[in-house]
């Protein structure tokens, strides 16, 4: 990761971080908690396997569409507003640079800079400089609803796999308790490394995400036992 200014910034990678972290805590909760409710159910080391890889597998696929709908319509919310601004741009300039000026004034910049600040940042820029101080709009980081997509079915699929594995090598007598604690470890895990990067304090973070998965074990634990009695 590049530091261009020796500065620290994190807003700038918000939109592809939102989506790997939002991704893998899915995929870890999902899973793990379907094939817990399997493994409670007490069905069989196969029937959990194929729970948990078809529960994978539809988790990603799940997890692209919904993010690339969602973005998808925030890059259209943004288009919308820049094509707006273009067109008040060329029929009103002059409102315009008021508009801008007045921006800065009511940040707290006098009357007089502000007109100036208004016309240089126009000059260099004008489209531009609406964007960011009038629509809030960083021109550097448009909603990517492609990128948001494939970027969370991956982390989705990566991290789907530790309650698999898990399953794959844990004795059976300890299958429950083992998919959920090494679940919960990486959940604590990605969200402190996620509170970290996103400049977040640690432990909130992570306590937030494994709170939130242990509750969902918890939950589909108990629906599995109780479908698993009723059903055999
Ligand atoms: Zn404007």
Known sequence: MSRPYGEQHR?????????????????????????IGVAASAASKESILVAGVAGLVAGAMSMAVGEYVSVSSQRDAEQADVELEKREL????????????????RRGVERELATKVAEQLSA????GAHMRDELGIDPA????PLQAAWISAASFA???TVPIATLLVAPAAWRIPAIAALS???LAALGAFGGRLGGAPLGRAALRVTAGGALAMTVT??????FGVALN
């Open 90 to 105: 060329a029929g009103e300039p002059q409102a315009e640079l008021n508009e801008l000026a007045m921006i800065y004034v």
């Open 141 to 144: 980081s448009f909603a990517r």
């Open 221 to 226: 634990a108990a629906i599995g036992r109780i």
């Open 158 to 160: 990566s991290f789907g």
């Open 124 to 127: 260099h820029d004008r489209l």
């Open 11 to 35: 807003s700038g990678r918000a939109g592809w971080l939102r989506a790997a972290v939002l991704g893998s805590d899915d995929a870890i909760v999902s899973t793990a908690s379907l094939m």
């Open 184 to 186: 919960l470890m990486s």
